[in-house]
């Protein structure tokens, strides 16, 4: 069976940057779209940034221009920078990814931030 793993998180200060990755624990083929949610307490999840194989991005209105996604393909990572953090973007950060024949969807256990002074 294979997981999703992420690393990264913490506790960071308001403006401050912290950098997220994920990537499978074993051996698994054809991943396509990635992207990383995040759910803060009392919230739904939401969506933060998603990219596909060709690397084409997308983000959420709320992190556009401080968050950037990128991948790694022949690793089966996917990376998510957070620059310019705010107490707002507290929450677990999960990680995404499908299995692009079988359009199965893996997520990873999440990584608490916490962005507080």
């Known amino acids: 069976q294979v997981q999703l793993v992420e690393s990264g998180g913490g506790l960071v200060q308001p403006g401050g940057s912290l950098s997220l990755s994920c990537a499978p624990s074993?051996?698994?083929?054809?991943?396509?779209?990635m992207g990383w949610y995040r759910q803060a307490p009392g919230k739904q999840r939401e969506l933060v940034a998603s990219?596909?194989?060709?690397?084409?991005?997308n983000y959420a209105d709320s992190v556009q221009g401080r968050f950037t996604i990128s991948r790694a393909n022949a690793k089966n990572t996917v990376y998510l920078q957070m620059n310019s953090l705010k107490p707002e973007d507290t929450a677990v950060y999960y990680c995404?990814?499908?299995?692009?024949?079988?359009?199965?969807?893996?997520w990873g256990q999440g990584t608490q931030v916490t962005v507080s002074s």
């Open positions: 074993g051996s698994i083929f054809g991943l396509g779209d």
């Open positions: 995404k990814a499908e299995q692009s024949w079988t359009h199965t969807l893996y």
């Open positions: 990219i596909t194989r060709g690397s084409t991005t």
